[in-house]
Nanobody, 121 residues
Framework: EVQLVESGGGLVQPGGSLRLSCVAS????????MSWVRQAPGKALEWVST????????YYADSVKGRFTISRDNAKNMLYLQMDSLKTEDTAVYYC??????????????RGQGTQVTVSS
C-alpha cells in the first residue's frame, strides 16, 4: 500500500512563501508522474501541478503559474512544492498524489493525508 506523507503547511501572510514536502513509500517513486492537488473549504478537489517521471517536465494550473514550483528528488522519494507570492485564495488543504492532472483528482486516487495552508493577514 503506497504511503504519502505531506508536511510544511501553516499560516502565512499574503505575499509570503511556504515549501511543502511529501515523502513517498511502498512505491517505485521514480516511475510515476506526481502531482499536488488542493481542496478549499466547500470546494471540489483542484489540480495544482504535475511533474512527470521522465525528464521532469512540469505543468501548472493557470491560477498558480509563475508563483509555485514543483520539484522532486527521486533518490529520496520526495516531492516538493515551493509556493511564493501566496494569496488568500491559495488557502486549502494540499495533498500530494500519484499520477498526472486527471488521475490525481479522481475519487480513488492515491493521496496523502494533506497539509493545511492558510493565507491570511
Amino acid at each position: 500500500e503506497v504511503q504519502l506523507v505531506e508536511s510544511g503547511g501553516g499560516l502565512v501572510q499574503p505575499g509570503g512563501s511556504l515549501r511543502l514536502s511529501c515523502v513517498a513509500s511502498e512505491i517505485a517513486f521514480n516511475m510515476y508522474d506526481m502531482s499536488w492537488v488542493r481542496q478549499a473549504p466547500g470546494k471540489a478537489l483542484e489540480w495544482v501541478s504535475t511533474i512527470n517521471s521522465g525528464v521532469g517536465t512540469t505543468y501548472y494550473a493557470d491560477s498558480v503559474k509563475g508563483r509555485f514550483t514543483i520539484s522532486r528528488d527521486n533518490a529520496k522519494n520526495m516531492l516538493y512544492l515551493q509556493m511564493d507570492s501566496l494569496k488568500t485564495e491559495d488557502t486549502a488543504v494540499y495533498y500530494c498524489a500519484v499520477g498526472g492532472q486527471v488521475t490525481s483528482i479522481q475519487p480513488l486516487s492515491r493521496r496523502g493525508q494533506g497539509t493545511q495552508v492558510t493565507v491570511s493577514s
